[in-house]
């Protein structure tokens, strides 16, 4: 994108409402945004169009729509989809119960306590899940070796439940620290907490009441895209679950890839629609809440 | 929630008259948060580093030493490398982008592309490396329909890999930098012009100097992403682009020689300050940006 340099000084003149001569400026600004726009359209769009092709392309019968409907009976496909959902569920509401408090203690009593939440919520930012595998696995590896005698094995056991992994859940919620921290702190700066909550309590309401009748609907917007992203996250989530060996679904679709590609790929445009429906719904939502209140 | 109860009206100066209990008691709220990465971050993070400066059951750099040698050190060169190309081609794209989207007077182009971005920033992984192979990898459908082949074209190779990579990185971009770019207030602009600064004088001494923070910052996470990712390599190239990410991997589902167990501890440890050394720039550049942008 190096020859489209000259784009950036001159797209931000439309902005200033540009004075008469300037048109020639302006026009070039609009042929310079098409071109970027055009570009980016194409990059992001074939990868998607070709691999929907690839999908209903049999290279022996032509089109075909099996690839498609081959996923429902494909085994494993519910139980990985369930088990991902569910986790992905747990990861938002405990990633949710934690942090908010946090956020709203810091917003009103403990200003000073904010650096050291930022820190915390960027740390896995800076730690690769890899090596928090790495870390994981190295501290379940204890179970049997030094803690068998102890009451801690029969948590480390549990955790370890291949119906219903915990350790995954941990895992996932600190993964999605970082982003529920920034989509909480957006919504909670974006209204005027302590003034909210000071009105609120002079006009008699209780913490509860304040909390889900006055914070919560004001966060809607935030709460929706912390929760959106979790469930983004949890859903595409490979590196954990698949070094912890369990099957949730994006490990699945690896396993499946070796014996039919086109079903693999299939079902990663699936998946990525799923995701795309989530987000446009989501949004939606949040901002006809935002405009009705 | 019940944890805010307590908690909050010592922050009340209106109500308290004068906030003179103390401090602490504004903590509460956070403290479920502070345990809950105590326990779940802090712990694999100590045996981490335990494991990676343990060899044979004692103290010792070796694991260190045998993790900057040979193999591991080309993986995590072609890390760093894939990573830092990744990043800065991500942010000049992204940029241009957001600038495109900024600038237009259609709001539903605005929020599409926003909406977009939020979605394929997260579309790592797996199904992002199926949809590249399926579109130009060895039996993709452009491979096939143009011959690339036959021009020597390869996706399994490192710019193939920083292909992939950019499609998750460029709409991450574009999310960091759209409120940086929001946040150039018109009225800057407007003194700058009737101050007789042309559009370039505008971005060279008021637009960029503005930006740079979010800029680097936006460098610094799509880097941090970049080397981070795993699933989208593992699921694409196997190993045949040497990178950390598929060492550690490899070394802790056991292909990996006996003794050298703990190297992939040792590799993480690299990682880490690498990662670190990274972050380390980016936290005082955010804060930077934070106190034009609000």
């Avoid at chain 1, 983004?232 to 070094?243: C, P």
């Avoid at chain 2, 109860?5 to 008259?17: D, K, Q």
């Amino acid at each position: 994108m190096a020859p489209l340099t000259p784009a950036v000084p001159a797209a931000a003149v439309p902005a200033a409402a540009p004075p008469a001569g300037r048109q020639g400026r302006a026009r070039r600004v609009r042929v310079w945004r098409g071109v970027v726009l055009a570009a980016a359209a194409l990059y992001f769009l074939t990868p998607l169009i070709t691999s929907f092709v690839f999908t209903v392309n049999d290279p022996v019968r032509g089109f075909t729509l099996d690839a498609y409907l081959e996923i429902f009976s494909a085994e494993g496909f519910v139980q990985s989809l369930l088990l991902s959902l569910g986790l992905a569920a747990a990861t938002i509401v405990v990633v949710l119960l934690l942090t908010l408090p946090a956020m709203l203690a810091v917003r009103l009593s403990a200003p000073r306590l904010r650096p050291v939440l930022e820190v915390i919520c960027t740390l896995p930012l800076v730690v690769p899940p890899i090596t928090f595998v790495a870390g994981i696995s190295t501290v379940l590896r204890w179970g049997p070796d030094h803690l068998a005698a102890t009451p801690f094995y029969q948590t480390i056991i549990a955790v370890q439940n291949p119906a219903f992994p915990a350790v995954l859940v941990i895992a996932y919620v600190v993964l999605a620290l970082p982003f529920v921290y920034r989509s909480l702190d957006a919504g909670l700066g974006a209204i005027d907490v302590r003034t909210l909550v000071e009105a609120a309590r002079n006009c008699g309401a209780s913490w509860p009441h304040v909390l889900l009748r006055v914070i919560i609907p004001n966060l809607r917007a935030g709460l929706a895209s912390a929760s959106f992203l979790t469930l983004a996250l949890v859903l595409g989530e490979y590196t954990v679950a698949r070094l912890l060996g369990y099957q949730p679904f994006p490990v699945w679709i690896v396993t499946i890839s070796g014996s039919n590609a086109a079903m693999s790929v299939a079902v990663s445009i699936f998946s990525l629609l799923f995701a795309w429906l989530l987000l446009l719904v989501l949004s939606t939502a949040g901002t006809r809440k935002r405009s009705g209140s | 929630m019940a944890e805010t109860h307590p908690a909050a009206p010592a922050g009340l100066p209106v109500r308290t008259g004068g906030g003179n209990r103390p401090r602490s008691t504004g903590w509460t709220g956070a403290l479920p948060l502070l345990a809950f990465v105590a326990l779940a971050f802090g712990i694999p993070t100590v045996a981490l580093l335990g494991g990676a400066f343990t060899a044979d059951g004692a103290p010792s750099t070796a694991n260190l030493t045998a993790s900057l040698q040979g193999a591991y050190l080309t993986a995590l060169i072609g890390s760093v490398k894939l990573s830092a190309v990744v990043a800065i081609g991500g942010a000049v794209a992204g940029t241009f982008l957001a600038q495109a989207v900024v600038t237009s007077r259609f709001r539903a182009l605005r929020e599409a592309v926003l909406t977009a971005s939020g979605v394929l920033a997260n579309f790592g992984g797996v199904p992002l490396a199926f949809a590249w192979t399926a579109t130009l990898g060895n039996s993709g459908v452009l491979t096939t329909r143009l011959a690339l082949g036959e021009h020597g074209w390869s996706l399994y190779s490192f710019w193939g890999l920083a292909l992939v990579y950019l499609y998750f990185s460029v709409p991450l971009m574009v999310l960091v930098v759209v409120p940086a770019l929001d946040g150039l207030r018109p009225q800057w602009r407007e003194a700058a012009q009737n101050n007789g600064a042309s559009a370039w004088q505008f971005w060279r001494y008021v637009g960029i100097p503005v930006l740079t923070p979010s800029l680097l910052g936006g460098v610094v996470l799509l880097f941090g992403g970049a080397f981070a990712a795993y699933a989208t390599a593992a699921a694409m190239v196997g190993t045949v682009v040497p990178l950390v990410t598929l060492q550690i991997a490899d070394a802790l589902t056991g292909n990996v020689l006996i003794g050298h167990e703990n190297v992939a501890l040792a590799l993480s440890f690299d990682m880490i300050m690498v990662a670190g050394l990274v972050m380390a720039v980016y936290l005082p550049l955010q804060r930077r940006s934070a106190r034009w942008l609000r």
